[in-house]
């Protein structure tokens, strides 16, 4: 699995550095689908992220505050560098910061405690840079919700894999309080091409939620409404308003 992830990690980093490459001025200030970001900010964000690895005392002190808000501190901080710095920073930290990610996934259970975001097992680290690039490129970066037109990387079984990897793992632990009002348990029915089923909750199931694997990524991270067309609920209606609220980041 963390071989996975790393090759799917490299693969979106080449992918993003060749967008970046045919970006214009305008390309760079325009909206993104982040609320208040625009391209240049996402990018920002996603080299911040290797920069946490491999030099985090370069970053802001963000004591004391959430994971996200903490990124926006992290984006503010950078807004006056120019931007071909902005691109060279993202490719000499996320080299640097893949190979720290290899060391770690071998580290196989060790456990790794990322604050709000949960506790992981060290291989599972490379999952969640995977995630957080399929996501903001695809959805963010990419229209609808983003500026950009054409068509996206490929949402192929490399990167869906460990992308499915993290919000299963993540899932029960952003959600807590969510968990903890089921009635039962969910079983999240993913299907494409990677294939599988998640169940959240403990006791017998009592509602199905049925995705193509694409629409599930969009719903689970709030890309997506919570009555998106491509997923199907089933079963007791009570757990309806638990089920729209979950989220995964």
Not at 53 to 66: F, I
Not at 142 to 169: H, K, Q, V, Y
Request: aromatic share 8%; proline share 8%.
């Amino acid at each position: 699995m963390s071989t996975d992830a790393m090759t799917a990690l490299r693969a979106d980093r080449d992918a993003l550095l060749e967008l970046c490459a045919g970006l214009t001025d305008a390309g760079w200030k325009a909206d993104s689908g982040c609320p208040g970001w625009s391209v240049r900010d996402v990018v920002t964000h996603l080299g911040t992220l290797f920069t946490k690895v491999v030099a985090p005392s370069s970053l802001p002190d963000t004591t004391g505050l959430s994971t996200e808000r903490a990124q926006d501190v992290y984006v503010e901080a950078r807004r006056s560098w120019p931007t071909e710095r902005i691109v060279a920073d993202y490719a000499q930290a996320g080299e640097q910061a893949s190979a720290a990610l290899a060391v770690l996934a071998r580290e196989g259970a060790r456990e790794m405690d990322l604050g709000d975001l949960g506790t992981y097992p060290a291989a599972r680290l490379p999952c969640a840079f995977v995630f957080d690039h399929f996501v903001h490129i695809r959805y963010d970066l990419f229209g609808p919700r983003g500026p950009l037109t054409g068509p996206p990387p490929p949402a192929d079984a490399l990167r869906l894999g460990p992308t499915l990897d993290w919000i299963e793992a993540a899932l029960p632990q952003q959600n807590r309080t969510a968990v903890a009002e089921l009635v039962g348990s969910v079983d999240f029915v993913v299907e494409g091409p990677v294939r599988r089923t998640i169940r959240l909750g403990t006791g017998g199931r009592t509602a199905r939620v049925v995705a193509d694997a694409e629409d599930f990524v969009r719903w689970i991270t709030g890309r997506a409404g919570p009555d998106a067309p491509g997923v199907a609920c089933f079963g007791d209606p009570r757990q309806q308003p638990v089920l729209r609220g979950l989220r995964v980041w």
